[in-house]
């Protein structure tokens, strides 16, 4: 092509721009002047009066939910003001949801029609409903009492205090159902392949004392159970799905071929309910991962499809001094557990699953070593505090550190892994929890993410 014929051509495209941005503006003038207040043509917006719609108003904040909670009964909007400096919503139960509020804004809540009676409302962020964030609203004429979380309200202080000690002194709680249990193979071939079966349901899980729900469950269990693989292992894992939506399995912190990657419909067809697939992979290189579903993974994982898969041995920095605490060079980890954190879904604030007092205490003999990798497969930070002993964090997400340090509180990202080194050198029960305080008290006594570790002297 010419320099002219390329110059003309250029030209024609510059009047048709312009020619197409006249024509956009003058749609947009036409609009506009359609939807602008105050013209002769323009209809006037019905009042709430006139539309028999009920307007009231509600104040979020840390940790309440204050306003008008009596109202008429009829098409309710709320005016949303969140005056804390934490993001805040309001649920109205099996009912509609709005949209989250962040602190300093306010939104309008369309809740359609409420007829007469009393609503249980909340904030479902994790922590926020057990911190106080709950309150009864009264529609119309109604003599129901409060119900749930919200009669905390007429609590004493001192029957708050007999609250927290019943419910700390319960611990540890039997509840039915063990999480991360290991995984055998179902079969190893001839030439080592490993076979493992995984099969997700809905299932009852007793995440605390006679609290119930519908969990989803790789094997009849929350977390799912833990694969061990060595490095170098040729692996198949076939997963059945018996929930009642498609989903996959993604290995997450894993060297795999892309078709492995369980990112349906990019990576594989979605498994239908009622159908398997089979993940084909070698076990590469070491790896602290974990595995959970990737399709609808809001609603599968934070219900409980999440378990822990590690590769290789744990890589600890034996013989170095870190700090002035020399580790021995012949130290022998006397247990290697995995600590998955969740605050959502039908789980909840949790620890392996479970609800304090239910959650699992840990037992070691003093003097010991122990390691524990902490999983976030939740939708928050958690700051994770071991009281008495200094955690040496040696690895973040299998990866092992350059520089390993001492801390006492290690903060978890969803998604991420942290792995720790404990010694266990002073006997006691001492206590183990995330450090946002409303994820494991409220006004009805300890509950979440809380367990302990239980030191018993070395001469017992």
């Known amino acids: 092509m010419t320099a002219p014929e390329n110059s003309s ?108 009676g009393t609503y249980t409302i909340f904030c479902d962020l994790a922590g926020h409903r057990e911190s106080g964030m709950e ?79 519908d969990a989803w469950a790789y094997n009849g269990q929350v977390p799912g159970p833990w694969i061990k693989l060595d490095v170098g292992d040729m692996v198949e894992i076939t997963l059945l799905n018996e929930t009642p939506m498609a989903t996959d399995i993604h290995f997450h912190g894993l060297k795999l071929p892309n078709e492995m990657d369980g990112v349906a419909p990019y990576t594989q067809d979605p498994i239908a309910p009622g159908e398997s697939f089979t993940y084909v992979f070698e076990a590469e290189e070491p790896a602290i991962g974990m595995y959970h579903a990737h399709f609808h993974g809001q609603i599968a994982v934070p219900n409980g499809l999440f378990a822990a898969i590690t590769i290789g041995e744990t890589p600890i920095p034996r013989g170095q001094t870190i700090s002035g605490v020399e580790i021995p ?78 801390a006492d509180t290690v903060n978890v990202a969803p998604g991420e892994r942290y792995s720790v080194l404990i010694h266990a050198d002073r006997p006691g029960v001492w206590v183990w929890h995330c450090h946002i305080l409303n994820h494991v008290e409220r006004a009805e006594g300890m509950f979440g993410m809380a367990t302990a570790l239980i030191v018993a002297p070395g001469d017992s």
Request: overall charge negative; aromatic content about 8%; proline content about 7%.
């Open 9 to 116: 051509k250029t030209f024609d495209r510059f009047l048709l721009v312009l020619a197409l941005m006249g024509f956009a503006t003058l749609v947009l003038a036409i609009v506009a002047s359609v939807r602008a207040p105050g013209l002769a043509s323009a209809e006037p917006a019905p009042t709430a009066a006139a539309s028999g719609m009920v307007e009231a108003t509600l104040t979020l904040s840390e940790f309440a939910i204050q306003g008008d909670l009596s109202i008429p009964a009829g098409h309710v909007v709320f005016e949303l003001v969140n005056v804390g400096t934490q993001i805040h919503n309001v649920v109205i139960e099996n009912g509609p949801s709005s949209v989250d509020v962040a602190g300093g804004q306010t939104v309008s809540f369309d809740a359609g029609e409420l007829a007469p």
């Open 135 to 213: 309150a009864v609203l009264v529609v119309g004429e109604s003599d129901a009492a409060p119900t749930g979380h919200a009669a905390h309200r007429e609590m004493t202080p001192t029957e708050m205090d007999q609250k927290m000690v019943d419910s700390m002194l319960a611990f540890p709680a039997e509840t039915e159902g063990i999480g991360n249990q290991i995984l055998e193979p179902t079969e190893v071939r001839a030439d080592g392949t490993k076979l493992f079966d995984l099969t997700a349901s809905v299932i009852p899980w007793e995440v605390a004392p006679g609290e119930f729900v």
């Open 329 to 406: 060079a012949d130290l022998e980890i006397a247990q290697e557990i995995p600590m998955v954190l969740n605050d959502a879904g039908v789980i909840g604030l949790s620890l392996n699953g479970k609800s304090f007092p239910a959650t699992e205490p840990y037992f070691a003999t003093e003097g010991e070593w122990l390691v524990y990798h902490y999983y976030n497969e939740g939708l928050q930070v958690h700051p994770m505090h071991q009281h008495q002993f200094f955690q040496l964090v040696f690895a973040k997400d299998g990866i092992p550190l350059d520089q390993p340090y001492w």
